[in-house]
């Protein structure tokens, strides 16, 4: 019999205890239909597109498996630093496959910058935090607020029209940098809801803030970095060529 606290009842549902993680998949009905409906409508879209758009697009489509039906989902309830890695899937590698797949080149990058980080610090604010954590309709709000800019923002920067469209990964990954150093050494926990689950994975809730901290400062931070540095190389090629 899987262990649950009813007191944490989130729309990924109670945090589970460690040795029933694998069990807490996440099979709402309307989040099934809802990603069966998009993993269908994107096949048909590009049922013509090129091979590299039809891998991105089972990229992003496993991505959106893993961050919301996978046991990641309940992870996030337990563990604030689940939470980071399950951003950093959205950011890192949904958005960007979505933009490689199904390209919306329509919202500037300075925009999509601006939005997704406004999404990005609003999602690290506790009073927010704890809203998106009572109420399902908050949750997936702040989830469509990162992921739709984030691919947008994602669209401008793959398409490498012009360096000044790629200069934009560099303030990302510096407010990122930035926001991981604030949770890794602040010297309190600011996320209470996690106060009593965290420590059934053997972390503190001032631990599990600072790992998240980590997570968000160089695994989320080095990707992005490696990317920059590509479209940079192909850039100057291009001008060589020229």
């Known amino acids: 019999m899987i262990e649950y606290s009813s007191s944490y009842q989130t729309y990924c549902g109670p945090a589970p205890v460690p040795r029933d993680l694998w069990l807490a998949w996440n099979f709402d009905s309307s989040l099934i239909l809802g990603l069966g409906f998009c993993v269908i409508s994107g096949i048909w879209l590009l049922r013509h597109a090129t091979a590299t758009r039809q891998r991105a697009f089972a990229v992003a489509s496993s991505g959106a498996v893993v961050a919301f039906v996978s046991p990641l989902c309940a992870l996030t309830v337990a563990l604030f630093a689940a939470r980071a890695g399950h951003h950093l899937i959205l950011l890192s590698v949904i958005a960007p496959a979505l933009a490689i797949a199904i390209p919306v080149l329509r919202m500037p990058a300075a925009a999509s910058f601006l939005t997704l980080s406004a999404a990005l610090w609003a999602w690290h604010i506790p009073a927010i935090y704890s809203a998106a954590w009572d109420s399902a309709a908050v949750y997936w709000a702040m989830q469509f607020a990162l992921l739709l800019p984030a691919w947008a923002f994602w669209s401008v920067i793959?398409?490498?029209?012009?360096?000044?469209?790629?200069?934009?990964?560099?303030?990302?990954?510096?407010?990122?940098?930035?926001?991981?150093?604030?949770?890794?050494?602040?010297?309190?926990?600011?996320?209470?809801?996690?106060?009593?689950?965290?420590?059934?994975?053997?972390?503190?809730?001032?631990?599990?803030?600072?790992?998240?901290?980590?997570?968000?400062?160089?695994?989320?931070?080095?990707?992005?970095?490696?990317?920059?540095g590509y479209l940079a190389w192909r850039q100057l090629g291009s001008m060589r060529q020229a």
Do not use: C, K, N
Request: hydrophobic letters at 60%; a negative charge.
């Open 158 to 228: 793959l398409s490498g029209q012009s360096w000044r469209d790629i200069a934009w990964l560099m303030p990302l990954v510096a407010q990122m940098g930035f926001l991981g150093a604030i949770l890794t050494f602040a010297g309190r926990p600011f996320y209470l809801e996690h106060l009593a689950v965290a420590e059934r994975f053997g972390l503190t809730a001032l631990q599990d803030q600072q790992l998240a901290g980590l997570i968000m400062w160089v695994p989320g931070m080095l990707p992005i970095a490696a990317v920059a």
